[in-house]
């Protein structure tokens, strides 16, 4: 009799919420449609948190920026103030139960991370413009606890390491196809490729990064036998997607970081001890200093410039002479040492070089797209901008991060308890390096398309060596 009565009040409240809900709508006013949806959010915050993080990371790829003109920014909606909420109650559950997962504290992914937090901080306080670097140290913190420190225990569920970049991957997906119909309708031309990706992505490159670091995992999980014979072909189909949408994308770097992954690939299967992969990315760099007088006029005689034509686009990668893009990234680069040059230690501040670095170009340096006030963006680069920025130890500390990532998912790929681990540490590996490999030329980070994939998959890497590979290790031990 009770269950009766309160199934006819649910019934009651469901009509006039409806019928309310529909004279508000013929009369322009739809915020009570939200509702249900606000409550339902809310609920998965305090109850099931695992399937709201992979709620935002299923809706991250549709996430578009809206301008706040009246205070003056933008945000990624609808994900954004999620991720920030995310990250507030994560802080609010510690001070309740300051307890956390010894296995992922003490993992040298997790301390590595922590001190690229620390030194962020510490550059923060020190820097030019203390508000912009604070807004940038905070934004990038939501990001690294939200799908790093929260994620992280998501992956104490085998099955969710699985959903994470599945349900990245099938978003990603069908943003690639509506953008490459529309590049489509223009005949595919290049120019058109750097525009075409707004508003789900500021432009090809970034496009094509986050195309790049996911498309390994999906290949290497169609050769998984483990996988029904449906699921392999979908993973086949994603990564001809993402293939479709790096080739169109029309660019040089995500290009050139496929290509260093497959030679990642191959190092692997030939099962090279990652001292001597080590060694060897010694030795080229020690190469590239001696000689750097000789590459450079060797690449001086290259003239040719960004082209529709595939090779011939290819071909002008390597074009320091003549090609504006590649000639303008050199200025920013010039730009950055000479700014590490004045404060070598604690850099002018994160996210300050798009607003400091316009007095430290040189007229032998500027091209066609080069402005006096410099405000075309950052230093492209993942290595060089934290040097301008974030000094010496700012640079060395995220290339620390970045080699410690690749090695954990190298030994990974030959000590996992499972076949299916090996595989996903593998196709997680080979996404690293690309974002690596395309990080010497730009940057991405500070968006949420690169940084939900990004710190998600390092997740991944940490949780599958902390909860799975070392535990196999113990009982081994046994």
């Known amino acids: 009799m009770e269950q009766e009565k309160k199934r006819k009040m649910l019934y009651r409240f469901g009509l006039w919420f409806t019928v309310l809900n529909i004279i508000l709508m013929v009369n322009g006013h739809y915020w009570l449609t939200a509702i249900p949806i606000v409550l339902g959010i809310m609920l998965l915050f305090f109850f099931s948190l695992d399937k709201l993080l992979l709620f935002i990371v299923l809706l991250t790829p ?5 301008e706040i003109e009246r205070f003056g920014f933008t945000i990624d909606l609808p994900t954004e103030p999620l991720i920030v909420a995310t990250m507030l109650l994560f802080f609010l559950r510690l001070i309740h139960e300051p307890v956390f997962d010894r296995r992922v504290l003490r993992h040298p992914l997790t301390i ?3 001190l690229n937090l620390l030194w962020m901080f510490v550059t923060s306080v020190t820097s030019e413009i203390p508000l912009v670097s604070f ?5 990038r913190l939501w990001f690294v606890i939200t799908f790093y420190f929260v994620a992280i225990n998501l992956f104490k569920d085998y099955s969710n390491y699985k959903r994470f970049l599945w349900y990245f991957g099938a978003s990603l997906a069908v943003i690639v196809i509506v953008i490459t119909l529309q590049h489509a309708a223009f005949g595919f031309e290049r120019m058109v490729g750097t525009w075409i990706v707004r508003p789900f992505f ?3 490159t970034n496009y094509s990064s986050t195309l790049a670091l996911v498309a390994p995992f999906f290949i290497v999980m169609a050769f998984n036998k483990e996988f029904s014979p449906l699921r392999r072909t979908t993973a086949l189909i994603f990564f001809l997607v993402f293939a479709m949408g790096i080739l169109f994308s029309y660019s040089r770097a995500a290009w050139l970081s496929i290509m260093i992954a497959f030679g990642g690939f191959t190092i692997l299967g030939l099962k090279i001890p990652f001292r001597f992969i080590l060694a060897g990315i010694v030795l080229f760099v020690a190469t590239v200093f001696t000689f750097q007088t ?9 003239t040719q410039e960004s082209s529709g034509d595939f090779a011939e686009h290819v071909q002008s990668i390597t074009n320091i002479s003549s090609d504006a893009s590649n000639l303008e990234r050199i200025n920013r680069w010039r730009a950055a040492f000479r700014m590490y040059d004045e404060r070598p230690v604690f850099g002018w501040g994160p996210g300050t070089y798009q607003f400091v670095y316009a007095p430290f170009q040189r007229s032998e340096d500027f091209t066609i797209i080069t402005t006096n006030f410099g405000d075309l963006g950052n230093a492209h680069s993942e290595y060089i901008g934290p040097l301008a920025e974030s000094g010496l130890p700012g640079m060395l500390l995220f290339i620390a991060l970045a080699l410690l990532v690749l090695k954990t998912g190298v030994d990974l790929f030959k000590k996992a308890p499972t076949r299916e681990m090996r595989l996903m540490a593998l196709g997680i590996t080979l996404g690293f390096i690309t974002y690596f490999a395309h990080g010497l030329l730009n940057n991405f980070l500070d968006t949420d398309k690169a940084s939900v994939p990004f710190w998600g998959m390092m997740a991944m890497l940490a949780g599958l060596d902390a909860f799975y590979h070392q535990q196999a290790r113990e009982k081994k031990a046994d």
């Not at 807004?135 to 934004?139: Q, Y």
Request: proline letters at 0%.
């Open 62 to 66: 549709f996430t578009f920026k809206y």
């Open 112 to 114: 590595m991370i922590i």
């Open 135 to 139: 807004k940038f140290f905070v934004s």
């Open 202 to 204: 500021n432009d090809h």
């Open 294 to 302: 000789q590459i450079i006029m060797q690449l001086e005689r290259n």
